[in-house]
């Protein structure tokens, strides 16, 4: 609760500090804090391992780019750590949150020291996590199994002899994992290796995958139809994968097998471990998969339910780094937005609240579902000392409070007992 004399509080005390949070220095959260800065806005880098970079540090290529994903994150930690509105801190976690759009007051565990600042808006862009499930089946070498990400390491290693590549892609591994296996696959064939893709359903549903599909058809990779089926084995120091082809009839079906040097396979993409604490620490919810992402998908897609907080990257949900460069733009727009609106024209269209009608239940402040109530005290004309207050950055108008308040103190600019009242006399109604 803050001390509050002058009840509601002139729009001067309730200014928007220029500084952006962004918590993860994945590339999510770099591309969100070059835009930032490229906006004007102050910015402080929060990420939790010792190095900047994630995930994108640790693999070989960026689908539908030949940069070098390393070059292509270089660059840009270049420009953040030459830019002196940045501020970057590495081995860091986000320990507290309080306060509102425009005003957040932070706590950061930076190394084991605690570091508390005002922040106007909050990015979260903490990524997701990939969780390896592949059984290695009795009498198989382990070796010869990765994962999409342990192949994006080793892919340098494999430039002499022709080896042999299967890939298995389950319709459960959604669009993203269909994408990394296209693109490895049709790098290791133009390498000159030998590549078969088995798979449930061939989702090529985002920008220029179904140009790589056919690209990887005709530079010779073998795609087959079906992973329910398949035999695993090792004969000799080679991989066999045996199926039976599902699009036949059975009299006609006949087992084919193949023999391979390495089997990859895709993992589950999962939420980040400390979603749910940060979820918690921000006082936002978390949608399907504890991902981040409960708010409208399709028409606020790096919007969380409370104003001054916004999703970037995958801990939104699955996506692709090229996504990424267009959700830190809505982010800091939206930010840019709020930074620079009329604070006084903001307060006269949200509810107003009459301190001396309050009785201090605390309903609008729980009921709200944005989270834009304050709590206030120390003001004189109100009856019990204390006040909610509607933050104006925060609230979206929905109208929550004013219909719950059970004292009637609650009112809309222009939607007054007073304006109902002259209203409804003016179309021939008695008061
Ligand atoms: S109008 Fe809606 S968003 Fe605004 S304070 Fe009331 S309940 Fe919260
Ligand atoms: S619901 Fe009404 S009476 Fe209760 S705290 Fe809010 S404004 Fe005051």
Redesign the pocket.
Known sequence: MNAQTNYPPAPEEVQFKPTVLVIGGGASGIVSAVKAAEAGLSVVLLEKTAELGGKVAQISSLYQTDLSPSQWLNDKIKSLQSNDKVTIYTNGTLEKAKGQAGNFTVTLNVAGKKEEMVVGAIVVATGMELSTKMPVPEGAEAGRFMSQMELEKKMADFTGDSKGFVFVVKEDNFLYGMANALKNALKLKNAGHNVYLFYDEMKISEEKMEKIYHQARKEGVYFVRGTQNLKIGQKDDQLTVTTVDPLLPVKLAKELMITSDYLIYNEDLVAGADTEKLAETLRVTRGPGGFFQEDNYHLEPVYSFRPGIYFVGACRMPDFVHNVQEQAGSAVSAIYQLSTADVKSLMDQ??LIDVKKCVYCLT?YR????N??ELLYGIEEAAWNGAPF?HPYA????????AECPNRAISFPGYTDEDMNKQFQGIGGKA
């Open positions: 949200k509810p609008c009921s709200c579902p944005r834009a109530i509607v609230c979206q108008a929905c109208g929550s409070c004013a």
